[in-house]
């Protein structure tokens, strides 16, 4: 474990963040707040590489370039 540091936060995020270390079954709450780091980042993958989807269409024959 890299070294440790303080990060003040209120009661009521504390609260939510105990609330996902259940959820995501997290020994701690850095794991819970990596968890999250990590499907966020997904998230704007996904997002990034997934911009075309549903505007694709498959080739057809008359995509192909032999006539021209």
């Given at each position: 474990m890299s070294s440790a540091t303080t990060v003040k936060v209120s009661k009521a995020t504390l609260s939510e963040l105990e609330k996902?270390?259940?959820?995501l079954n997290a020994r701690s709450l850095d794991d819970?707040?990596?968890s999250l780091i990590k499907r966020h980042r997904l998230q704007l993958l996904q997002?990034?590489?997934g911009a075309d989807r549903g505007k694709i269409?498959?080739?057809?024959e008359e995509d192909r370039g032999e006539d021209r």
């Open positions: 996902i270390r259940e959820q819970a707040i990596r997002g990034t590489l269409k498959p080739f057809t």
